[in-house]
């Protein structure tokens, strides 16, 4: 019997993958036929490389000329486009359209500022306009460019200011500032939960400057009934961040950063430090939203004032401490990648130190095919603020103060592949 399936099921096997192998290679011919005879009636092939918070079924809607396909592979035109935050001021897009095949001589990079008072809607529209009139340029190169309209938003005075040719005093000097606050509950039979957050951010972006103040406070109650007893869990962590960094050259940079902390978690009565920092950029800062290698060092003065006493049998301490940290990011046509190495340690003991390894890679292998890959390492020697009594599973199970560990690694791994036709499926808002 074992022998008699063995005959029908290799026969079997050998047919299905071939007839796989078959109808793949025809469908690729197809979708080759395809884009080709697209190109040929003009419609170009645009490939978005974006990320999760684009919008692509209001683009496809606005910009139909174009085709849309899968992969960077079938495009004429490749669309990178990320986003880069300015803090609490806006957003910047930056736009790079990189021409493939008859196009490969031709590229262009545009920036679209989202100041944070837009909408999503003013903000989607904003870079799918800028999308439009990038793609003009190749457009114009086939037979459908007597199908392009021109149209101008213009105001003189707006445009005149924009460009420089008239300055207005702002009387807030790019500063921009937000005030948050809220809380959250949940009552059940055997628990109830509660918890409050408030904070303030007070951000100024310039060429020159970048500039950043925000005290943040948070609070957090659980309780839970079991038979024999009632469990309160309370916790708080407040305290604020700050920074001033100060452009030097297009490859220098100085700041300082300050920080205080006042957390049971991290069992810190009171914690503050002030930082001055040094930073190199291998690339012009202005290349940044493409590639960046940069190189920073910090050294910093603190004073820690401890809940309970330490393992280190300390109350409280002022300590000096350095670190340095050298990071690499790139976002091509070819994929993403971010990886870089950082340590740091304290001054009056040398042992305690920490050191971090972190990469993360998003690679297209080939046409339809993307490996992404991350990964951490922490060797972690500088928890000074742990408690030197015990803990009690109850503060363990709920997290109520920070365990001691030697090191933290993470990470994950996956493959995605995509086949089927060239063109992305059109935009349909229906049910």
Known sequence: MIIYNSFIIKPFLVFLIGMTLSLTLTASSENDTTVTQNNRNGRISVFLDTGRWFDEDFVRQQIPIVSYVRDKELADVHIII????????????????????????????????????????????????????????????????????????????????????????????????????????????????????????????????????????????????????????????????????????????????????????????????????????????????????????????????????????KDEEFLWSQSIEASARFQQPWGNFWAGVSGSHFFHDFSINRAEIFSSISLRVFQGLSLNVRASLDIINDLISISAGDMSIEDILLEQSQQATDYSISGSIGLSYTFGSDFSAAFNPRL
């Open 82 to 313: 990320t986003r880069h935050s300015a803090g609490t001021a806006g957003t910047n897009y930056a736009i790079s359209l990189i021409g493939r095949r008859r196009f490969s001589d031709m590229r262009q990079e545009l920036t679209y500022w989202a100041p944070a008072s837009n909408t999503s809607y003013d903000t989607r529209r904003g870079y799918t306009n800028l999308l439009k009139a990038g793609l003009v340029k190749y457009i114009l190169d086939t037979n459908l460019a007597d199908r392009i309209i021109v149209a101008y938003d213009y105001d003189q005075r707006t445009t005149e200011m924009d460009n420089g040719y008239e300055s207005e005093p702002d009387p807030w000097s790019s500063w921009v500032f937000e005030i948050y606050g809220g809380g959250n509950f949940s009552i059940e039979e055997k628990q109830r939960r509660h918890s409050l957050r408030a904070g303030f951010y007070a951000d100024r972006v310039t060429e020159e400057w970048k500039i950043r103040f925000r005290p943040f406070f948070n609070f957090n109650n659980r309780t839970y009934y079991t038979d024999d007893a009632t469990i309160v869990s309370t916790s708080h962590r407040h305290g604020h961040q700050a920074y001033v960094v100060k452009s030097i050259t297009d490859h220098w940079s100085v700041g300082v950063f300050s920080s205080s902390l006042s957390s049971t978690f991290h069992n810190m009565k009171f914690n503050t430090e002030l930082s001055p920092a040094i930073e190199y950029s291998l690339f012009p800062y202005i290349e940044a939203t493409r590639r960046s290698i940069t190189f920073a060092y910090r050294v910093g003065y603190g004073y820690q004032n401890y809940i309970e006493t330490t393992i280190f049998a």
